[in-house]
T-cell receptor, first 109, second 113 residues
Framework: GIQVEQSPPDLILQEGANSTLRCNFS?????LQWFHQNPWGQLINLFY???GTKQNGRLSATTVATERYSLLYISSSQTTDSGVYFC???????????FGGGTRVLVKP | NAGVTQTPKFRILKIGQSMTLQCAQD?????MYWYRQDPGMGLKLIYY???????DKGEVPNGYNVSRSTTEDFPLRLELAAPSQTSVYFC????????????FGSGTRLTVV
């Protein structure tokens, strides 16, 4: 099956800093999503982005499907950005996502 | 609009017991999924459904069963619970047209002792 690798595994930021999270995948995909899991365990969909660039407030994402990677940018980080960020992909029909191992982000005040 | 509702939120089972995790969505989504998340790990797909009456196995289906009699409900059945099934279980749903973004429930934390 498709492999999804996220880097870095852990990230510590000072409040106000910018950061980039990376997701590499091993095969062509027709679906890629980014999620944030907050410290209480709730999973929130950030982006559905199989290709191209999207922005939502301080967050933006870019997927370069031909080179099999996606990037999530966090600008002017806040303590509420802490948690785990997951990239998930689907290489076939049916919208069945395979998740990466996540990047654990801690934003310090 | 409640989204995806999971019950119970917490449960402790003894080895060999059975239980059903409930999942309901009110967004008229066709696709529904069950994932499990072990500590410090990503999510793994257990079962999924593309519509009422249609279910299929995911990556880790052993020890579980599902049914989908209505669009709204997608219960997950654990038979003969084992310690290896200790995990957090998430239900999710998505539409099949346009934006395929998942909506997750709040999870069920299950401990098998």
């Amino acid at each position: 099956g498709i492999q999804v690798e996220q880097s870095p595994p852990d990230l510590i930021l000072q409040e106000g800093a910018n950061s980039t999270l990376r997701c590499n995948f091993s095969d062509s995909v027709n679906n890629l999503q980014w999620f944030h899991q907050n410290p209480w365990g709730q999973l929130i969909n950030l982006f559905y982005i199989p290709s191209g660039t999207k922005q939502n407030g301080r967050l933006s994402a870019t997927t370069v499907a031909t080179e099999r990677y996606s990037l999530l940018y966090i600008s002017s980080s806040q303590t509420t950005d802490s948690g785990v960020y997951f990239c998930a992909v689907d290489a076939a029909a049916g919208n069945k996502l395979t998740f990466g191992g996540g990047t654990r982000v801690l934003v310090k005040p | 609009n409640a989204g995806v509702t999971q019950t119970p939120k917490f449960r402790i089972l003894k080895i060999g017991q059975s239980m059903t995790l409930q999942c309901a969505q009110d967004m008229n989504h066709n696709y529904m999924y069950w994932y499990r998340q072990d500590p410090g790990m990503g999510l793994k797909l257990i079962y999924y459904s593309v519509g009422a009456g249609i279910t299929d196995k995911g990556e880790v289906p052993n020890g579980y069963n599902v049914s989908r009699s209505t669009t709204e409900d997608f219960p997950l059945r654990l038979e003969l619970a084992a310690p290896s099934q200790t995990s957090v279980y998430f239900c999710a749903s998505s539409d099949r047209l346009g934006n395929y973004g998942y909506t997750f429930g709040s999870g069920t934390r299950l401990t098998v002792v």
